[in-house]
């Protein structure tokens, strides 16, 4: 990464960074990271950290790491390392060959554990975890030392060695740091760095019986790789204290850890934990359901990487904990969409207009643009328009409200690039439901100009009954009924909106028979939708992605 470009805003990162940059600190260089565990797939608020740590780099003309925290076998798997760079290169950031694991560094690490063992800076501890629970106080009251606190250096090498070696059961022994029992900061009770864990590896197959914690590993981890700046969310602000003891006690290479506040976002929740229940319950249609908010999820919906990086873009970075409107995110990515989106039409719940003065048998085609935001663009498309056309129902009223623009009977409006239309008749079922209705056409209307500048007020859309193509769409509304899916249960799946998911069949101009998955459309005055990968040959699906305005509650 050579490129430097201006960064958008300011941010208290950033200050802190061009402070380094003007005393020398780290010789100028940035050097930043992505440390995911792959243990699950990523979500929005990663996406901000991604964004953030790569564009750290970028801007400021520095490097980019993806290096996985692979210090649990039992939670880590292939499908989700794939999946996580996938999703990171989809979001936009490049790792130019920087990929690392944890696992690179085992041997490294266990050395430096020896090391501070042999300074008297840790200790093996015999302490069940319970025990070290107990032993470890409260807020209020210091710890107790462990019996096993002051074993001799020998001892303990021994013993630790012997972990190693796979000689003892799984919780029956740990390394701990020797640090201050007393400390104000838990943190720095004597923490545990490795646990006995007989487990294969995914990287290390069988080699290892005992495996670093997260504390551990981090930010040993940051130094071997040369990383300045070690970017993470609120929650790890204790653990700096001892991610700078570990780094001081071994006199190696420092790195400077910088918190910021994580994303929160109305009607989602963001814990790992409660999506794996999410999906493992049924509660939706796994990783990438439309309604996640997983890279995979927002991606299948029809959301965009430039999208995403608009959003956190906007919403920034600071030391504060805060709610972020969902309207928000659908702002950035309708901004997005609006820009590069074809315009096409589509029925969502059609309703049959018979044009009774139109010639029985004939056809004709409007050539209509697809990018009518965009001048410079020329791309069209011919649409087709016969005897019977469909528009949407609720595009009609029998009996229309005051400020209704829309059909109703004996009101003319503009057939949107063909024709005006008026209501002459309406057909009813046995249940007197509006199954059809009847129009006449002004043929002098032609591409749905007046001939006599008489105004209409109302537009709509349609498609041609001959030519529409038969499509699924899926209507999506928030996954959980309330901004806040804690607020009033015990358990936050009693919030899940039942109605989150409506399928309905639909139509859709002849133009849309080529689409493929992954292919984006506004369908005009119905929002913006994507093309679903459960399309098939003779079965077209969309997804809606988000409606032409906020309508969050």
């Not at 528009?391 to 009977?409: S, T, V």
């Not at 309330?482 to 309905?504: Q, T």
Request: hydrophobic share 35%; net charge negative.
């Amino acid at each position: 990464m050579t490129e430097t470009t201006t960064p958008t805003s300011s941010n208290f990162i950033r200050t802190i960074i061009d402070e380094d940059n003007e005393t020398g600190k780290y010789d100028r260089r940035v050097h930043t990271r992505f440390p995911p565990e792959p243990n699950g797939y990523l979500h929005i608020g990663h996406a901000k950290s991604i964004n953030l740590n790569y564009g750290l780099a970028r801007d400021y003309g520095g490097l980019f790491n993806l290096r996985f925290d692979d210090t649990n076998p039992e939670k880590e798997e292939q499908e989700y390392i794939d999946a996580i760079m996938e999703d990171v290169r989809w979001l936009g950031a490049e790792w130019d060959g920087r990929l690392y694991h944890a696992s690179d560094y085992f041997e490294q690490l266990y050395q430096w554990a020896e090391q501070l063992i042999n300074d008297g800076k840790a200790y093996v501890d015999d302490l069940s975890a319970d025990e070290i629970r107990e032993h470890r106080g409260t807020l209020t009251e210091p710890g107790r030392n462990s019996p096993w606190r002051e074993r001799p250096v020998a001892e303990n090498l021994d013993l630790f060695r012997r972990m190693r070696a796979g000689e003892f059961a799984e919780g029956s022994r740990v390394l701990r740091a020797k640090i201050d029992m007393a400390s104000s900061f838990i943190v720095l009770r004597d923490p545990v760095m490795y646990r006995i864990l007989h487990a294969p590896h995914p990287r290390t197959g069988n080699a290892w019986h005992i495996y670093p914690t997260y504390d551990w590993a981090h930010g040993q981890s940051d130094s071997i790789e040369g990383i300045t700046h070690s970017i993470c969310t609120l929650e790890f602000e204790n653990n700096r204290r001892l991610y700078d003891w570990f780094q001081e006690a071994l006199g190696i290479r420092r790195s400077q850890q910088i918190e910021f506040a994580r994303l929160n976002l109305t009607y989602t929740v963001m814990s790992k934990r409660k999506l794996i229940r999410l999906v493992k319950e049924g509660h939706v249609n796994g990783w990438d359901d439309p309604r996640m908010w997983t890279i995979r999820g927002l991606r299948r919906r029809g959301y965009t990487p430039e999208g995403i990086r608009n959003f956190t873009d906007m919403i920034g970075v600071s030391k504060a904990n805060s709610l972020v409107d969902m309207a928000l995110l659908e702002h950035a990515v309708r901004e997005d969409l609006n820009a590069r989106t074809p315009r096409v039409m589509g029925v969502v719940e059609p309703l049959k207009v018979v044009i009774e003065n139109y010639p029985k048998g004939q056809e004709e085609a409007f050539e209509v643009p697809y990018y009518k935001q965009d001048k410079s663009r020329t791309e069209s498309r011919p649409i087709p328009f016969s005897r019977e056309v469909y528009i949407e129902r609720d595009d009609f009223m029998e009996e229309p409200a005051k400020g209704y623009n829309r059909l109703a009977p004996e009101v003319e409006v503009r057939l949107m690039n063909a024709y005006y239309i008026v209501c002459t008749g309406v057909v009813k079922d046995a249940a007197g439901r509006i199954v059809e209705l009847r129009a006449v056409y002004d043929p002098a209307s032609r591409g749905g100009q007046s001939p006599d500048n008489r105004k209409v007020k109302g537009t709509i859309h349609w498609v041609s009954a001959e030519h529409a193509i038969p499509a699924e769409v899926r209507l999506y509304e928030p996954l959980f009924a309330k901004a806040n899916p804690e607020e009033g249960v015990d358990d936050f799946v009693e919030n899940l909106n039942p109605d989150s998911l409506r399928v309905v069949d639909a139509l859709v101009e002849p133009s849309l028979a080529t689409a493929v998955p992954g292919d984006k459309f506004q369908f005009v005055r119905e929002g913006y939708f994507c093309v679903d990968p459960d399309t098939e040959p003779g079965r077209l699906v969309f997804n809606r992605t988000v409606g032409l305005k906020d309508t969050w509650r």
